[in-house]
């Protein structure tokens, strides 16, 4: 079980952020509220929270740009932020994750599933950091070796990887649960100013699929947003 953490609830909405705050609670967090954009920017500069749940459609200052100023400031950086959005505002969700946000919950959303992706989100900010580029990966029968550039599936090398399969694989396994767009899966393997369309990425996800065999499924494609290595789906 996680430590408590404490968290910052974002959110114009009384009913919801109340909601959110009490099962927080009853999850042994310590919560902070806060109803538009300029306080959630406020309180987390103050508090400096270690999770800041983050509703896109907010008063005065936008989700988008609190998200933004967030993590454009040396002190709070670093806090990861789930995304709360209605309902088809998969463009915004898009933008969010390329600001920054690590990851998101639609409207309506269960409680379980939400308190899912904090403690998910928490974890991940505790245990991942950015990849090492020496550092070996093994998950669900999945060795990778980037010193070797070595793949195998479950003892079986897969030899016939191009480099950027190769690199997608590294960036997703290496953050299992993390979503990441088609633009940042380019911004990571590449440089921020390698030309790239939409459909160039999800070609080489195909590919990495269809190499990979069975163990192609635990990449998942999260619809109008990227990709996400999905362990658990094996």
């Known amino acids: 079980m996680l430590d408590s953490k404490n968290i910052l609830v974002v959110e114009d909405d009384s009913d919801i952020r109340e909601l959110i705050s009490f099962n927080l609670k009853n999850e042994g967090h310590q919560v902070f509220k806060a109803k538009d954009g300029e306080a959630g920017i406020d309180k987390a500069r103050k508090k400096l929270p270690d999770l800041i749940l983050l509703d896109l459609m907010l008063p005065g200052i936008q989700g988008l740009d609190v998200c933004r100023i967030i993590k454009s400031d040396q002190e709070t950086k670093n806090t990861p932020i789930i995304m709360v959005t209605a309902m088809g505002q998969e463009e915004d969700i ?36 950015d990849i090492d580029s020496d550092k070996a990966i093994l998950i669900n029968g999945i060795s990778i070796k980037p010193r070797l550039r070595e793949v195998k599936v479950d003892g079986q090398v897969i030899d016939n990887l191009t480099f950027s399969e190769f690199q997608i694989l590294y960036l997703l396994a290496g953050h299992p649960g993390w979503v990441f767009t088609r633009y940042q899966i380019i911004d990571k393997i590449r440089g921020d100013n390698y030309p790239v369309t939409d459909r160039s990425v999800d070609f080489q996800i195909v590919g990495l699929r269809k190499k990979l065999g069975d163990a192609g499924k635990l990449i998942r494609t999260v619809r109008g947003v990227g990709y996400r290595f999905t362990p658990d789906e094996k």
């Open 94 to 129: 898009v933008k969010g994750l390329e600001t920054g946000a690590d990851d998101y919950i639609t409207k309506p959303f269960s409680i379980k599933v939400l308190l899912a992706r904090v403690k998910s989100v928490l974890r991940r900010s505790i245990e991942e950091k």
